[in-house]
């Protein structure tokens, strides 16, 4: 531990795989838009923070994805480790919102189901077709139950093997064959 705060341990003084104190994690680094220039170098989008460059590996994480995706996004650097937390990303320059929005854009594209069109059985897993607001598409998903959650009543969020994702808004609008076939496997 450093000598200058005996309370809180520096992120120096923790083993590599030693997991984060409680002091450590609740102390949380707001980021200012203002001081904030983003730019993409090539696939990196790179952060710059009052004209000192931080990170060229940026990565931007909503908090709250499904109940506030407009707020709190969390700045990661290319080690995945956190640089902080932007509350109101709408306070950002015209450039960089449009930069952030990019990139958010393509981690959460999430398509929208229209309608279940056929589901085969194969070896443990389960392949689907399904009608999306981005046409049709087709994935696999192991066991149901664990790789779908429902994040509001009658909203049924679902992981393919690869981890992406689809959204069926409301189950109860979907047509009595898609229901059928996604209640046989739920």
């Not at 480790?81 to 449009?98: C, D, F, H, T």
Request: proline share 5%; hydrophobic share 30%; with cysteine.
């Amino acid at each position: 531990m450093s000598d200058n705060n005996l309370d809180t341990p520096s992120e120096t003084d923790r083993l590599p795989d030693e997991p984060m104190s409680l002091v450590e994690a609740s102390q949380l680094n707001l980021l200012v838009a203002d001081e904030l220039q983003f730019e993409q170098k090539g696939v990196h989008l790179t952060l710059a923070i009052n004209g000192e460059q931080v990170s060229t590996g940026v990565q931007i994480y909503r908090a709250y994805p499904l109940s506030d995706p407009t707020h709190y996004l969390s700045i990661c650097d290319e080690e995945n480790k956190e640089i902080g937390v932007l509350v109101e990303p709408e306070e950002l320059s015209k450039e960089n919102r449009a930069l952030v929005e990019y990139h958010l854009n393509r981690r959460y594209l999430v398509p929208i189901v229209k309608r279940i069109l056929s589901t085969k059985e194969r070896f443990g897993t389960l392949d689907w077709a399904m009608e999306t607001d981005r046409g049709e598409c087709r994935f696999s998903t192991r066991n149901l139950r664990e790789y779908s959650f429902s994040p509001t009543p009658g909203r049924l969020l679902i992981q393919d093997i690869d981890g992406n994702r689809y959204d069926i808004r409301d189950v109860n609008a979907l047509d009595k064959k898609s229901q059928d076939m996604l209640y046989k496997y739920m």
